[in-house]
Nanobody, 121 residues
Framework: QVQLVESGGGLVQAGGSLRLSCAAS????????MGWFRQAPGKEREFVAA????????YYADSVKGRFTISRDNAKNTVYLQMNSLKPEDTAVYYC??????????????WGQGTQVTVSS
């Protein structure tokens, strides 16, 4: 069992930056691939970024490529999402997820409760 708690969301102006964190419980964090997803009001949840268990492979949605960076610190059981050059269309609830296989789909085993990111124009 893995429990995930996101933090770092908030209100930021367009062009600004935020760093989201996702803290995981459990001793097997380093065995899991991690993903970030987001869901805007009235829209389906969408993939943002993913990272393999070792951190050696990362994947991004085209909409965030070059602006967002996913990373992890297995010693701290934490995955991060550094978000730069934020746009109003990045406004959403951001969720982290953990699974045994890194994927851009929804096929993760554990999900956090989400953290709100609002980008004002």
């Amino acid at each position: 069992q893995v429990q995930l708690v996101e933090s770092g969301g908030g209100l930021v102006q367009a062009g600004g930056s935020l760093r989201l964190s996702c803290a995981a419980s459990g001793r097997t964090f380093s065995s899991y691939a991690m993903g970030w997803f987001r869901q805007a009001p009235g829209k389906e949840r969408e993939f943002v970024a993913a990272i393999s268990w070792s951190g050696g492979s990362t994947y991004y949605a085209d909409s965030v490529k070059g602006r967002f960076t996913i990373s992890r610190d297995n010693a701290k059981n934490t995955v991060y999402l550094q978000m730069n050059s934020l746009k109003p269309e990045d406004t959403a609830v951001y969720y982290c997820a953990a699974g045994l296989v890194v994927t851009t789909s929804y096929e993760y085993d554990y999900w956090g409760q989400g953290t709100q990111v609002t980008v004002s124009s």
